[in-house]
T-cell receptor, first 116, second 115 residues
Framework: DGGITQSPKYLFRKEGQNVTLSCEQN?????MYWYRQDPGQGLRLIYYSQIVNDFQKGDIAEGYSVSREKKESFPLTVTSAQKNPTAFYLCASRRTSGGYNTGELFFGEGSRLTVL | AQKITQTQPGMFVQEKEAVTLDCTYDTSDPSYGLFWYKQPSSGEMIFLIY??????QNATEGRYSLNFQKARKSANLVISASQLGDSAMYFCAMREALNAGKSTFGDGTTLTVKP
């Protein structure tokens, strides 16, 4: 079955530590996204990538970094510069053949990060 | 300015009744897509329905339909014959052709279906 796999599901981090969240997809989608969700709120875009070796900042990129070395993989690093990293992180992908305004997002199950 | 507005933080509906979840949007791009997603308590996001800005007819997918009023910039989700499993958070989202693939989400509406 095709889909998106995020790991780990739960992660605890001490202040000052970097942590990397994994996102892998086997849907052959070109575009991949990282969103942050705080309790009771909507999704805010952190980074997105339309193609391998290229990515753009979203609305809340400060304190985060990404790479896109393979089509299937889009890992997110939460750095120590992110002031309030405790949140639920969702990775998504999308086929791009229909144009920018079409094509639903396919989501992973999310990673819940808690900073102790 | 908020691009997607969902004014109902929480909604209740009786099982087997219909419910409408509101969504208004703001854009100057003539080419855009509107999406609804469901997020159960488990946290996964599930795509429900899509409406393109040039689509002449309202989208329907099973028990879900989208009441698209372009002049009013509204894209309300209608769920018919509510089921207990419909209890979840619902998000409206928009993607503009000129905005290079970025999706903007509303703050969501929590729907509770009562038996």
């Amino acid at each position: 079955d095709g889909g998106i796999t995020q790991s780990p599901k739960y992660l605890f981090r001490k202040e000052g530590q970097n942590v990397t969240l994994s996102c892998e997809q086997n849907l052959n989608h070109d575009a991949m996204y990282w969103y942050r969700q705080d309790p009771g709120q909507g999704l805010r875009l952190i980074y997105y990538s339309q193609i391998v070796n290229d990515f753009q900042k979203g609305d809340i990129a400060e304190g985060y970094s990404v790479s896109r070395e393979k089509k299937e993989s889009f890992p997110l690093t939460v750095t120590s510069a992110q002031k309030n990293p405790t949140a639920f992180y969702l990775c998504a992908s999308r086929r791009t053949s229909g144009g920018y305004n079409t094509g639903e997002l396919f989501f992973g199950e999310g990673s819940r990060l808690t900073v102790l | 300015a908020q691009k997607i507005t969902q004014t109902q933080p929480g909604m209740f509906v009786q099982e087997k009744e219909a419910v409408t979840l509101d969504c208004t949007y703001d854009t100057s791009d003539p080419s855009y897509g509107l999406f609804w997603y469901k997020q159960p308590s488990s946290g996964e996001m599930i795509f429900l329905i899509y409406q393109g800005s040039y689509d002449q007819q309202n989208a329907t997918e099973g028990r879900y339909s989208l009441n698209f009023q372009k002049a009013r910039k509204s894209a309300n989700l209608v769920i018919s014959a509510s089921q207990l499993g419909d209890s979840a958070m619902y998000f409206c989202a928009m993607r503009e052709a000129l905005n290079a693939g970025k999706s903007t989400f509303g703050d969501g509406t929590t729907l509770t279906v009562k038996p």
